[in-house]
């Protein structure tokens, strides 16, 4: 017995020691926007009220140059793999958290390329999920029904069915609703817990509660000119622009594949060539957009302040991310109706979006700067020096490596019967700690006739299928001096060099 007791007491202390260390591990909380440029928020130069997002800014970290997939479903199946592309063996964030002891919750919206396994779909990942299939309307439309349908833990849901605290029912706020319900559930476990929130916001259709379209309201009479110069300078200040950084001359969208092209929505023209009418109804279209963004933000307050209530904050880790720059593409189903209310289905025309991607350009599904070149936020108290600056290169596909660093865990070599496939990113845990880490060789991003290819100090991207053009992305961030003409071997050689990376990717 005598031998036995320190041999006991060693083994209670191992126990407890693992426990600790358990326990210790951060929570984790992972936001995505929908469709917002990267100026549209507080702490990047906007003038719309983010107050809860530049908190999150104000005591952790923002990057200067974030890259996303351009479009909804190509970011969600990077950014939740960390793989441009792949198929059976692809691991899903929320299944890095679960081997970790995790319980993982997801509310918001899911949409992924045809090459993601039905096995990484919500209901296989998370132990509760709230989820709905790209575009569905914010308010409960006058027929009773919404687009498309919402799903609760894999079942369709009625709209009858939905829960919900304000009325009438909004989906930024009901998706957090549901969110904060299995949060409450959170807390009663000792295991850490991973929430993934993609909101919908600011995607169309333009919908808002009217006392958030009343304080926005007459703010852009002053012109979309006028706003994008004055966005710029606060980026400027604020020092969230790569050195070099210049405001692109105003542009209009350039992409001829997404019809109908009407002149009115796609195409810039002078605020002060438009009637006073006129100018009331972009100053309402834009209102509406920023209410949105408005909204989302409040009800990230939500989250934030349900956390810090019950003492989890301070182990949490929180990122914000965007999917893509600011969407310019009419869709407008009833477009005699004024952005705003349920019956309504208005879209944002190319000249806010283009504020919204201060100072870039172009638009969603664009390798250029404006479409694959979101913000991204990065909180962690105790790890994360606060209101500090980056302008190291990141890109979501980074986020699964940098999760298997944070969880302190081996990638599995199988998932679902199927070898697991190699991440494509580097993890950003080195950036959180205020250290260099060792760039990627190359980033990927936009659809295949807007692709960009970035690696090291160079950049190729293609509009509408054409040409590659060539971009200096040290010297000249906002693409404005093609040198294509001018070095015609080096625009070779990344072609072959995207072409092979990117045959490697499929699977």
């Not at 040290?474 to 072609?495: C, F, I, K």
Request: proline share 7%.
């Amino acid at each position: 017995m005598k031998i036995m007791v320190p041999c006991l007491s060693l083994l209670l202390v191992f126990l407890f020691s693992c426990t600790n260390e358990q326990h210790n591990q951060p929570n984790i909380v992972l936001i995505m926007a929908d469709d917002i440029g990267i100026s549209d928020i507080g702490c990047y130069g906007s003038e719309i009220q983010t107050p809860n997002i530049d908190r999150l800014a104000e005591q952790g970290l923002r990057f200067t140059t974030f890259y996303n997939m351009a479009k909804c479903d190509p970011t969600r199946s990077s950014l939740l793999t960390g793989l441009y592309r792949g198929g059976n063996g692809a691991v899903h964030l929320g299944q890095l958290t679960k081997q970790a002891g995790y319980f993982n919750i997801m509310s918001g919206k899911e949409h992924f390329n045809n090459w993601v396994p039905d096995y990484c779909k919500a209901e296989n990942v998370f132990d509760h999920s709230f989820y709905f299939w790209a575009t569905t309307n914010y308010f409960r439309p006058p027929s009773g029904e919404f687009e498309r349908p919402f799903y609760l833990e894999g079942q369709e849901l009625a709209a009858d069915e939905i829960e919900y605290e304000q009325a009438p029912m909004y989906k930024t706020d009901f998706i957090t609703d549901y969110a904060l319900k299995w949060l409450d559930e959170a807390f009663t476990k000792d295991d850490p817990f991973f929430l993934y929130l993609p909101y919908h916001a600011a995607h169309y259709p333009l919908q808002a509660r009217p006392e958030d379209i009343a304080k926005y309201r007459g703010k852009y009479l002053k012109g979309w000119d006028k706003v994008r110069s004055e966005r710029f300078a606060r980026m400027q200040e604020l020092g969230v622009l790569p050195e070099n950084a210049q405001l692109s001359p105003p542009e209009g969208n350039l992409n001829i594949f997404r019809k109908p092209l009407i002149p009115a929505y796609t195409d810039y023209y002078p605020w002060e060539s438009l009637t006073e009418a006129q100018q009331d109804s972009l100053d309402l279209e834009m209102a509406v957009f920023a209410a949105m963004i408005d909204r989302m933000d409040q009800n990230i307050g939500r989250v934030l302040d349900r956390l810090e209530q019950q003492g989890k904050l301070e182990n949490t880790l929180v990122l914000f991310l965007v999917d893509n720059g600011s969407c310019p593409f009419y869709s407008n189903k009833v477009p005699d109706v004024q952005p705003g209310p349920a019956h309504s289905y208005w879209c944002l025309r190319a000249s806010w979006a283009n504020v919204g991607n201060t100072p870039y350009r172009q638009y969603k599904q664009c390798g250029l700067e404006g479409g694959s070149h979101t913000p991204f936020i990065a909180y962690w108290p105790g790890v994360i020096e606060p209101n500090t600056i980056t302008h190291q290169v990141g890109h979501i596909v980074d986020l699964a490596p940098t999760f298997l660093d944070v969880l302190d865990i081996p990638y599995p070599d199988s998932i679902n019967g199927f070898r697991s496939l190699p991440l494509d990113g580097r993890s950003l845990l080195p950036v959180f700690r205020g250290e260099e880490r060792r760039e990627p060789e190359y980033f990927i991003s936009g659809l295949d006739r807007f692709r960009m290819f970035r690696s090291g100090t160079y950049k190729i991207v293609k509009m509408n299928d054409g040409p590659w053009e060539l971009y200096n992305m040290r010297q000249d961030p906002t693409e404005l001096n093609d040198l294509a003409g001018s070095m015609p071997e080096l625009v070779q050689s990344m072609e072959i060099a995207y072409q092979t990376k990117w045959q490697q990717s499929e699977q």
